[in-house]
């Protein structure tokens, strides 16, 4: 499942008028497109209208053939109070918040698709590794105090606010402009770089059981 536990009250929503109101083209900058994902139509829309509060840790994604294609639209504010860990793999399975993300720390890896329509305020780390179809697009300013990209792929589209940390090489393709890289071993505790590259399941895992990454 692409989540369990979450609380709130999710309704289906017929994918015409979903589609139009809650367009993934428009979050994403045209981006993507529901085609692009699904190949032809998501089987279910799902919105929880309002907004939602989570106590955390927040486990998101999903495994081929675990789920229907799916949107699921936080229509408001999603705050979590703790972690939050999006993984996908081989599928596109999506969620949309139109207003504002807050979580304490958050990693989106390889195909997952987060869209946010407001800011999105990460307490402490935020961890991308994507693939080329994975996404976090965020519309509004990113507020983060240090940001680890694996990998320099995927539709990453985000405006940190300065002095945010960033964490890669100097020609990394995702550093923000004016913003300094910072060498990721001397970053992070030894246990997540396996032969000099970064383990970034292990940080997912660490992330969602409250175990520290950064030195």
Known sequence: MFFDGMPGSWEPVPLAQA??????????????????LFGDEPEHFYVHTGNLVVDGPLALGNLPGEDDDTVYVVDGDLTVHGPVGFRNLDVYTSLYVTGTVTAQDL?????SCLFVGGSLHVGGLLATSLTDAGHLVVKDRLTCPVWLDGRGRGAIYVDPEPGTRFL????????????????????????????????????HRAVLSGRPVLR
Do not use: M
């Not at 367009?23 to 900058?29: I, K, M, Q, T, V």
């Open 19 to 36: 589609a139009q109101r809650y367009d993934l083209g428009e979050a994403s900058y045209d981006s993507v497109h529901l085609a692009d």
């Open 107 to 111: 990693v989106c890896l390889w195909d």
């Open 168 to 203: 890669g090489d100097a020609d990394h393709p995702l550093r923000p402009a004016d913003t300094p890289a910072e060498n990721v071993a001397a970053a992070l505790r030894p246990e997540f770089l396996e032969k000099g590259h970064v383990d970034v399941d292990e940080i």
